[in-house]
């Protein structure tokens, strides 16, 4: 079973930045893919970025240009980076892990943007 630890979340303004991070109990080589995901309060979980093990990324449309995806392998962490932050932003965000026939999610961070 895979643990996920998310972390870096708090309270931030308007056009500010955190970095959240997401610590795996186990190699992050063995996994196909990991994730970040968020849900609003009334929202429905949206996945909003994805890194393959292969180093690809992708994202959701509306934070593509001011969030960043990344990994440290030998620290088995994955990271979000973000800018610009809005208050639609606020949101707990969520680290997955997926592997195949089995999906694990960490208990979530939240991220609370004040305008």
């Known amino acids: 079973q895979v643990q996920l630890v998310e972390s870096g979340g708090g309270l931030v303004q308007a056009g500010g930045s955190l970095r959240l991070s997401c610590a795996a109990s186990?190699?992050?080589?063995?996994?196909?893919?990991m994730g970040w995901y968020r849900q609003a309060p009334g929202k429905q979980r949206d996945l909003i970025a994805i890194?393959?093990?292969?180093?690809?990324?992708n994202y959701k449309d509306s934070v593509k240009s001011r969030f960043t995806i990344s990994r440290d392998n030998a620290k088995n962490t994955v990271y979000l980076q973000m800018t610009s932050l809005k208050p639609e932003d606020t949101a707990v965000y969520y680290c997955?892990?997926?592997?195949?026939?089995?999906?694990?999610w960490g208990k979530g961070t939240l991220v609370t943007v004040s305008s």
């Open positions: 890194i393959a093990s292969d180093g690809s990324t």
């Open positions: 186990t190699d992050i080589n063995s996994i196909s893919s």
């Open positions: 997955a892990a997926h592997l195949i026939g089995q999906f694990f």
